[in-house]
């Protein structure tokens, strides 16, 4: 059956990723920790799919409250699908983002993209840097040295980043071949690269409580006291942290 044959992969992969991307979890989860006790900002980007990373780890239940992810519409799959995957090789868009959402020195960006080659999140990461932004990838390795950069530069995130995940997926992303049939189904980078962040975001929980800081931490909204968790938290942050 295809469906057990992905769910088999599914689990190859994390036990794969789990095994080699410890450090990289922890260290990633020391710098998002020691940004937020630093009272600076770490920043969420993905285009396309990667934008749904982005999003698994912003206003929800047992998430870190202060990350602040950047949600451009015309990026995501909205208002046109296709339309982001041409905007993602356009580097002119890098500066405003960036200026849009004050990324400054001190502050921490995840950059999310499975190949890691498309113009606008290399420029992003290489702007990021010269702001004294510090960058981290979640990407596919594999996937991401396959192929050359769209980049003027030559350069991939993977090559920018200080702290690379590696989500451990194949060229194309898609896993399950057919018999008869060319094409490929069922994707594996966004299974295994929200499995990679919870851990992180669970670690920097820890690591927050080492350094004698309280975690700011969401209540599921469906939970007794939730709502009044959660609203102190608006409360402090809206105005400071978009869409909230």
Known sequence: MKSQQYLNHVLELLGQAAASQLANI???AREIAGTLHAGRRVFLFGTG???LLAQELFYRAGGLVKLQPILEPELMLHPSASESTQLERDTSRAAPLLEKYGVAAGDLLLIISNSGRNPLIVELALQAKTRGCNVVALTSLQHSLSGSSRHASGQRLCEIAHIVLDNHGTPGDACVGYEGFAGMAAATSTVI????????AAQSVQYLLDAGATPEVFASSNIDQGDAINQAYLDKYRGEVLYL
């Open 26 to 28: 922890n260290a990633f």
């Open 193 to 200: 690269g929200a499995a990679l962040l919870q851990a992180t």
């Open 49 to 51: 799919h990667s934008c």
